[in-house]
Every structure is written in C-alpha cells, then in structure tokens.
C-alpha cells in the first residue's frame, strides 16, 4: 500500500518550452503532496507543498511563475514548469502524505528533466 | 528551525561488515526522525522513523537507528553489510511545528566491497 507514482520518469525538453510532471497517489487519498529537487549527488530541496484544492504554499527562493502547482484531486499533484532553462535541469520527486496527521511522506520515483 | 548534519558523504565498508551511518540533527522542540534510503535513478524509502516512544527503532532489511537527545543524533547502523545495501541514505528531520516539512541531510553514499 500506499505508492505513488510519477510521470514521465525521464523528459528532455528545449530550452524556452514548458513540460508537466504528474504525481498520483495510486491507492491512498493525499490531501497533501510535496515536491522535491534533487540536484546531482545533492540532497532533497523542499520546493512547494501542495494541497488540494487551495493554492501550493512555495518555499523561499522558488519561483511561483515558473513552477506552477496544481493539486486539483486527492491523488493527483501536477508539476509545470513553464520557460525551462538548462538550469532548471534536475530530479524532480514528489511525496505524499497519508493522512492529514500522519508524520510520514511516501515517495515518488522521481522525474529527471533534463533542458536543452 | 531545524536541520541536520550527515558526517561522510561517502562510507565504504566490506561485506559483512557494520555499517555505521552518521546523523546530528538541531531542532528547537522535539524532532521526529527519519532515515531514507535512494537507489540509483529512483525516489526514496523510508529505512526507519522515530518519533515518540522507544528510543531504539528498527526498520526494514535490518537497519536501525538509536536516539540519543543528549548527543542530538540518530545513527543508523546495521550490523552485517550486504552487497545490496549500496545505495544513497538520507537522514530527515521534521517536527509538528514546523507543518510536518522534512529537511533533509546531504546523503551519505554506502559502497560495500565484497
């Protein structure tokens, strides 16, 4: 139980374009879902928490405008990020919690993206 | 605020051989405690978590972690590696405070010689 999922796990994009990640819970509804980014042999970055129905809440230094959140059900949370740049190239991971008081996050397997 | 540190990025050790994985963690009111585990290419699986209770959690493929409020640690160890233990460990902290958001260590990466 509780699996999440991603797609597309791999995406290579043009510079200037916009490419959508989605993350499902598969078997669990998640009120709350959170996105990741993951730099080469880095740690995990908290870029957003998104939860449904109501507008992501970002963290410091991410960029709104640039990576769009939508959390539109209780087992899907899209990721858009609009006018990629080769910087924006990276492991994008999301998570989802199971229940509103539960302290443990699942994990998707992760989006590589990769702008060129 | 909270956060946490992973002394050693890289950790070596033979099969068969303990496995000891280091984590410190700072937090201003009682943390909640995990250790995550990545394979190449993939998301990440929760190892093991602390959060109240006994001190001396134990997690999946025989890992476990002790913690310590007085060092500030929660060191994961396990005691025979196996070949299929390498991977990239996390070491996470959140607390209720703080809206149940991980933050997460720089990774250590777990090499087993055979």
């Known amino acids: 139980g509780a699996v999440v999922s991603q797609h597309p796990s791999w995406v290579i994009c043009k510079s200037g374009t916009s490419v959508k990640i989605e993350c499902r819970s598969l078997?669990?509804?998640?009120?709350?879902m959170f996105w990741y980014r993951q730099f080469p042999k880095q740690s995990l970055m908290l870029m957003a928490t998104?939860?449904?129905?109501?507008?992501?809440?970002?963290e410091q230094g991410v960029e709104k405008d640039k990576f769009l959140i939508n959390h539109a059900s209780l087992t899907l949370s899209t990721l858009t990020v609009t006018s990629a740049h080769p910087e924006d190239s990276s492991f994008y991971i999301c998570s989802a919690r199971l229940r509103p008081s539960s302290d443990e996050q699942y994990f998707g397997p992760g989006t590589r993206l990769t702008v060129t | 605020a909270q956060s946490v540190t992973q002394l050693g990025s890289h950790v070596s050790v033979s099969e068969g051989a303990l496995v000891l994985l280091r984590c410190n963690y700072s937090s201003s009111v009682p943390p909640y405690l995990f250790w995550y585990v990545q394979y190449p290419n993939q998301g990440l699986q929760l190892l093991l978590k602390?959060?109240?209770?006994?001190?001396l959690v134990k997690g999946i493929n025989g890992f476990e972690a002790e913690f310590k409020k007085s060092e500030t640690s929660f060191h994961l160890t396990k005691p025979s590696a196996h070949m299929s233990d390498a991977a990239e460990y996390f070491c996470a902290v959140t607390t209720q405070s703080s809206g149940d958001k991980l933050t997460f260590g720089t990774g250590t990466r777990l090499a087993v010689r055979p």
């Open positions: 078997d669990f509804q998640a009120t709350t």
């Open positions: 602390y959060t109240t209770g006994a001190t």
């Open positions: 998104s939860n449904e129905g109501s507008k992501a809440t970002y």
